[in-house]
């Protein structure tokens, strides 16, 4: 084949590492508006909510399990659990917890789930170090900002190529928030990014398998190896992210460097985060959200003829599972995610064990459902109509579904979906405290207590 | 811009990740001629020398404060060096210490250095669950045999694009490494390199820094990692290497998925590994070779006028800085090499120091040295022409560098090459006793001795 040099080679790029640097060690504390600091409270809470949800779930124990093979020193909590180990496994582990129900926050511009990386490996080392909820939120801001932009550039090139986009710039998200918590000179933050520049995480070929929620936790690992590598001298191409082959070049054929360095510290990515009300892909929503609008109407179960939906074509691309058998299949199926959200009002993670999946009035309402293609209509909206056995008629449309940036989650939601992911695991008790404590996170003065 | 689905999309590639798994279970211990074990043991005992000879450079020194920070548990030495860590660190900064000096080997078809990854992790795990020695060595040869066929089917368009093959191939070999120390099943080994596949460590824009050995390093943590993981059951795709959104489409436009396969298991690619002679860039060493054969010609340096060198284009491209002020830039100076060469007989590391490089008599040599590019002359080849200040005229030709395939280091300047480096950090004595353990180390039972 013909020897071409690389991909792409643009020698004038901005100093992208640089810029970054300069932002992440110099920009002030709580330098945003109060709605900025309010989203990323949100942000961290809802994180928080998921890592605990999923604290028990087999693909953590598997994690967890192999860590212990290293015999950590208990530096760090595990959410959920009882066990402590290193910062940087702590990291892991909280990241891959937070992402095994893919119920995390989503960054809809880039589908970056932004807190994974970044939460996870903040709070193992502001809870190790003592640090305040403050510099905790801070960081967390920050490394979300970083990673977002950096996602801003390069999607959908790069993730189109194959990419999780989540893991492969969350490590530098990542080591944007150590680098700020560690106080690292402009210049060691820089070598900092530069060294997890060098590891990109993640492949698509891997989402069904543990190892997809295993890329944020270990893009949040290897952010604060880089980190604390930095701290001591340790050193990497001060262009790392920008050169022609660096980083970006080497993995994306889009480099669009504006959407780094435009309008930087001034506008905040993580104003742009959303929350799933619903366990299951994001192109069911405005579905559910039908359904449960439905309900609400005082509709018994027992009198639906049918539910006829007109979505999206990528509803039933990715969801069209008329027959579901296992829960994990339910989360595929819209017709399931329909007929749980009119019988349940709601479709977190316990409406798709293989139980319900497999409940006989669910399949039965599951069976009155058709779903339809509408080419006229966007992938956040959806029509219903509902038919009575008695002749009723009714009739919903939904332009933005509940969650989304236009109808984004009340506090009260989010309580709500928290303490439902949490209190099975911790209890209901511990549960609202902890997303008391996560929404009031930055007036803890050191010692985070969640 | 248009959005293209991904870069490839070849969904009828060969189950590559389950017949590497295949393989790496179930190919019998020492299960090839003597040759090319006899191979893996210099492979071993070089990359020995190698990590010993950096252990007291600042790169390692920082990536040990680095991962101290971890409080990590001692479970496995750090070669040349007082400390223990937990295996997985020992793999990271053994594999760092063991690139540091660019003098560990070379797999010259794909220019990996295959051993810093695999024998990283391999030696620490085996040291901690006091493995024999020769399912070291068996590890190692069908590591290097993982990474190196990788490799073969992406190279030189992953290379190209500004990967650091080393460690974006190098994951996969520690994977499957520290997968058959640990016995797992052939599912388990699948789904350990389905893990690693995400994890690709690397980019060339970090030559000249310590990231650049920190790529060996990382991927051997990475691999052994994904093999503990996989120990207890956390799974991956099953084709994560070869699926239109697995590792190799991601990565590289070329995918020959033939170099993986044909003849696994009988042919062996360590048996074509090379080891440098000199601590520089291998575009140097024909003209280095030749100015050591002319010194033995008995000529002293002052009587010198010049010395002509006629060389391949890349020579001047990547190593033609005339005028060097620091050992590092002397690397990069075929004219500082040269001129070592001739006066001590060697270019190891101590030969690439600033004290050396600033030396008066080598100065005054360098000056005499000049070289032009001739296009007939290739990549492994150099002429020289000596003239003294009595009118002699010396001409040799190098068709193939001392240390390339064809004329491979004997044992004897192993051990010397060996000793130069790790004589200085550990004492000859033990360095002497050090490379004859690491030669025969397949002869060791358990508890494995260097």
Redesign the interface.
Known sequence: ?A?????KAEHNAPPITRILAEFIVGHPTNGWNPSVDQEAHRTFANWVGCAIGAAQH??V???V???M?????P?ASLLGRGEKV???NAALINGISSHTFDFDDTHLKTIIHPAGPVASSALALAEHQGLSGRSLIDALIIGIEVSCRVGNAIY??HY?????IT?STGMLGSAAACSRLLALSVDQTQMAL??A??????????F????KP??PG?AAKAGL?AA??????????P??IE?????L???SD?TDWNEITKNLGETWEVGLNTYKPFACGIVNHPSIDGCIQFRNLGIAAEKIKSISLKVHSLVLELCGKKSPKTGLEGKFSVYHSCAVGFIYGEAGEHQYTDAVVQDPQVVQLRDCVQAAVDHSIPEDAAELTLQTIDGETHHIRIDHAIGSLERPLSNAELRAKFIGQAGPVIGDKLAQQAFDRAMTVSEQQGNIAL
């Open positions: 084949m020897r071409n040099t690389i991909v087999e693909t124990d598997a994690a399990a192999g860590v093979e290293l015999s950590p020193a530096q290193d910062i940087a959908p090139d189109d190529r194959g990419w999780h893991g530069g060294i520049a060098s590891q990109p995480i993640g492949l698509r070929e891997q069904g398998t543990m190892t295993f890329h270990a190896m604390l590598l930095a701290r001591h001298g340790f050193t990497s191409s262009r790392a050169a022609p082959r660096g980083l070049q080497v993995f889009k």
